[in-house]
């Protein structure tokens, strides 16, 4: 009985010893696909926030260029509108100047109507005095006159008086004509200065208004842009904060995958470093074609870690190489994962199955079906996903497949 006692005492640390790599190197490899999902998970996250923020600073761009060039034509229409109130005050200058003129002309004018009314004045009082001291034959000819302008023109009149009328008369007719003149002039001048200031407060104006309008849109644009570059720097602060969870999930990941090539059978590991070069040791586990290479680059993730092989649903699987089965189960993104341990710190593992057909800890020999192909986890159709790790890391699978 004691001897018994001694044996088991003995054999269960032996046996606990055994069996710690494999449930211990199980639940390594599950953490560290774990971990690398959400990897992938942040990694597909930082490409959407990478793509926004391109697509933020192309529009920011964009906009610089629209405000440039408005602001490219405000800059014209200031230079034209600089150059018309250049115009303008020539036009102001030319303005004052008309309107000195029509002050003067206004003046003359009316110097023009008292000098007419007195010659007016003047002759009628002649004209009396004539019919007073003169023949009844002037009587006639004034009136045998048809109005005022011919008597001024009548020869017979003009004959009849002196020197000192004709004087008189000269003046009055001149006097007439030039004010007639200067009022046409006036005319001309008031319509002119009106002309000039149509012209002023319309050129003013349009430009004016052309400026406020293309102001205004340029002042949109820019708030708009102000938008753009608030959320681009929004973005670029999660694209950080995104960065360092990668780093840390990176890092935690680098020590579990230790904990996995600990767990792996020391007896198995490689000499050399525990790096294996491509022989073709291992078979195709399906008949297909390769429908993703290795380290496809994706939105959710920078480097694909194996192979798809394009095979229909139930498709069964076969071992690429004999060994110990270390993980059988599902775990996230891969749906169904099987991985073997075939020595010398590699191993196999295959994803996305509908069904396991191993468990941990059992042996598997060559070409044995270990389940059947299927679509579970992160995946767009049925196919299979076939990775090689070398302890732990996966590496290109053609260089295994023979």
Avoid at 178 to 183: I, L, N, Y
Avoid at 249 to 257: C, G, P, R, S, T
Avoid at 276 to 305: D, L, M, Q, Y
Avoid at 375 to 394: C, D, K, Q
Wanted: charged share 25%; glycine share 10%; with cysteine.
């Amino acid at each position: 009985m004691r001897l018994r006692l001694l044996l088991v005492t003995l054999l269960l640390p032996l046996v606990v010893w055994v069996m710690l790599p494999v449930v211990s190197g199980a639940d390594s490899q599950d953490d560290v696909d774990r971990l690398q999902g959400r990897i992938e998970q942040k990694q597909g996250q930082l490409d959407q926030v990478r793509g926004r923020a391109r697509v933020l600073t192309s529009d920011i761009t964009a906009l610089t260029k629209r405000i440039d060039s408005l602001q490219g034509n405000v800059d014209v229409l200031q230079s034209r509108q600089d150059q018309i109130q250049g115009q303008l005050d020539d036009k102001r200058r030319e303005l004052a100047t008309t309107q000195e003129d029509l002050r003067d002309v206004r003046a003359r004018l009316a110097r023009l109507r008292t000098r007419l009314d007195s010659a007016r004045r003047t002759l009628a009082a002649r004209l009396v005095e004539l019919y007073k001291s003169d023949e009844p034959d002037m009587v006639s000819v004034v009136l045998s006159s048809d109005g005022f302008a011919e008597l001024l023109e009548n020869g017979a009149y003009l004959q009849r008086i002196g020197e000192q009328d004709k004087t008189i008369i000269t003046a009055v007719r001149d006097a007439k004509a030039e004010a007639a003149t200067e009022t046409r002039r006036l005319d001309t001048l008031e319509r002119r200065q009106q002309s000039i200031a149509d012209e002023i407060y319309q050129r003013r104006n349009e430009v004016a208004r052309a400026r406020i309008a293309v102001e205004r849109k340029r002042d949109a644009i820019d708030r708009v842009r102000g938008d753009r570059r608030a959320l681009l720097g929004t973005v670029r602060e999660r694209a950080g904060h995104l960065n360092e969870d990668i780093r840390g999930l990176q890092a935690q990941q680098d020590k579990i995958q230790k904990r996995i090539q600990a767990a792996q059978n020391p007896s198995s590991t490689a000499t050399s470093g525990g790096q294996v070069a491509g022989n073709g040791r291992f078979i195709w586990p399906v008949n297909g074609p390769i429908t993703s290479p290795f380290c496809e680059a994706r939105s959710w993730e920078n480097c694909h870690p194996g192979i798809d092989i394009g095979v229909g649903e139930g498709t069964p699987i076969h071992a690429g190489g004999s060994g110990t089965v270390i993980m059988a189960g599902y775990n996230g993104g891969y749906g169904n994962y099987t991985c073997i341990d075939h020595g010398g710190g590699v191993s196999t593992c295959y994803a996305h199955q509908s069904v396991i057909q191993v468990s941990v800890g059992q042996h598997v020999n060559q070409g044995q079906v270990i389940g059947l192909s299927g679509n579970t986890g992160f995946s767009f159709g049925p196919h299979l996903h076939f990775e090689v790790r070398i302890n732990g890391a996966v590496t290109q699978p053609l260089n295994y497949l023979g």
